[in-house]
Every structure is written in C-alpha cells, then in structure tokens.
C-alpha cells in the first residue's frame, strides 16, 4: 500500500503523479477526520491504520516543518514521486521522499535531499544543491550552482541568480528576485530581494 500522509490540495496533486507512476493500492492518512475519505481515494486517521514495513509512504504536506515532524515520526520506507512530464537530467540525484511536479526541470549536476518539494514548472538548473524538507514553488527558477539549505521556502515565481546561497530556514517571498546570499533565519521579498523580517530561534 501506499499512503500519502497528508489529505489536502498538495497530497490531490501527489496522488495524480503517483497514479501516472502506476499505483493503485492508495490511501490517505490525515490527522483531521475527512469521514473515511478524500479525493476519492480511503482516508485514514493515524490511529486507524498501522503502517508496516512493507508499506511506502510520502508525506503530502506543503510546510515544511510540518513535513519534517511527520516524516521523522514515520518508520516505513519514504516513496520518491518524479511526474513523467518533468524533465530531470539523467545524473540528478534526489533522495528519498522528495517530489518533482508536472512541468519542472532539474537539471545536470544537481542535488535534491530528502522529502522536499520541486513544486509545478520549476527550474533548478546546473549543480544546484537543495537540502532536505525545501520546498521549490511552482514557476521559481534557481539559477546555476545556488544552494537551497534545509527547510528553506523558495516562493512561486522567485529568481534566484547564480551562486546564491538560500541559508537553513529562510523564505524567500513569491517574485523576489534574489542578488546575494541570504542568511538562515530570514525571510526576504522584493525585486531585489531585500530583508524583511528575520525568523531565527522560531
């Protein structure tokens, strides 16, 4: 079985590119109670089901810290999702749990860590490096060489130039366009991105 933790707009999305990848035995596993059911497919509570060793999962929640709670929590074998309409160079590297959407490009030399997002129309081009639990938005676009550190948010639409380096738990805002590093804790927005509130120690 595979269960996508996780019943909400981005887990329907998953459940799509799974369904393309060949899965049928699929279901949902939510904290909410959805009435045993969501998006067509069986809805679990956490206390209503044991997940064994045989069982893959993906955690299907979009925020990141959420995800990495959850995801530590598990003890079965994470699924990899890649949408057969993403373009991914075949010398990537994506680790386990990770997600690649309909229309994104990752491209030769990069690295993707466990359980992140590479969300809709993306593009990570040349030796990027992204950490684990990052989520990419849907039509941002990393540059070469950038490197994205753990549980970092990069929003829809964002450019971030070549050689930029995204610091662990920062968030850049949608359509900010990116000219230097930016420091882990921070949240920046803007064309250029400037510092807008820093969120280190939360």
């Known amino acids: 079985m595979l269960y996508l933790y996780g019943a909400s707009g981005h887990g329907m999305v998953i459940a799509d590119i799974v369904r393309l990848l060949g899965f049928t035995a699929i279901a ?18 956490p206390n209503e089901i044991e997940v064994v060793d045989e069982d893959r999962v993906i955690v299907t929640i979009g925020n990141n810290l959420v995800r990495r709670k959850v995801a530590l929590q598990l003890g079965c074998s994470p699924l990899t999702a890649i949408h ?3 373009i991914v160079a075949g010398d990537v590297q994506i680790a386990q749990g990770s997600v690649v959407m309909a229309g994104a ?9 466990g359980h992140s997002i590479v969300n ?10 992204i950490g ?3 989520h990419i938005s849907p039509n941002a676009t990393l540059c070469g060489q950038v490197v994205v550190e753990d549980s970092a948010w990069v929003g829809a639409g964002a450019v ?9 738990g920062s968030i850049v805002g949608a359509g900010a366009v990116v000219v230097k590093n930016v420091e882990s804790g921070t949240t920046v927005m803007g064309n250029p991105a400037r510092a807008r509130l820093n969120k280190t120690g939360e």
């Open 84 to 86: 057969p309409r993403a």
């Open 160 to 168: 971030i130039l070549p050689g930029i380096r995204i610091g662990q």
């Open 28 to 45: 949902y596993i939510d904290d909410a109670d959805k009435g045993g059911a969501y998006n067509g497919l069986p809805c679990y509570q």
């Open 105 to 113: 490009v990752v491209n030769s030399g990069s690295v993707i860590g």
């Open 120 to 129: 809709t129309g993306a593009v990570v081009d040349h030796e990027c490096n």
């Open 132 to 134: 684990d639990f990052v």
